[in-house]
């Protein structure tokens, strides 16, 4: 089976910079997107950042020019650079792979880390 595991979140002042990592372990066959999704409180979750098999990214606009989104394809790694951090990023962030294993194709997620930006 495959499973992504998440990390680097924490408590951040405003204008800090934090960078989160999703670490995807298990057979793979081909990867087609890798995104970053976040849920601030009481809100929905929403798409933040995206990475596709052919290399091109598409960001949310209340991010552009702080956050990119890359990829170690050695390991199978998602990061996110997140710099310049407003109180507003607070959030639950969310990884997702759409991939193709054995089983067929099929939506895989992180189990979310906390992203606290607060003075």
């Known amino acids: 089976q495959v499973q992504l595991v998440e990390s680097g979140g924490g408590l951040v002042q405003p204008g800090g910079s934090l960078r989160l990592s999703c670490a995807a372990s298990g057979s793979i066959f081909r990867i087609y997107t890798m995104s970053w999704y976040r849920q601030p409180p009481g809100k929905q979750r929403e798409l933040v950042a995206q990475?596709?098999?052919?290399?091109?990214?598409n960001y949310a606009d209340s991010v552009k020019g702080r956050f990119t989104i890359s990829r170690d394809y050695a390991k199978n790694t998602l990061y996110l650079q997140m710099n310049s951090l407003k109180p507003e990023d607070t959030a639950v962030y969310y990884c997702?792979?759409?991939?193709?294993?054995?089983?067929?194709?099929?939506?895989?997620w992180g189990q979310g880390t906390q992203v606290t930006v607060s003075s």
């Open positions: 997702n792979f759409d991939l193709t294993n054995s089983r067929g194709r099929a939506d895989y």
């Open positions: 990475l596709t098999s052919a290399s091109s990214t």
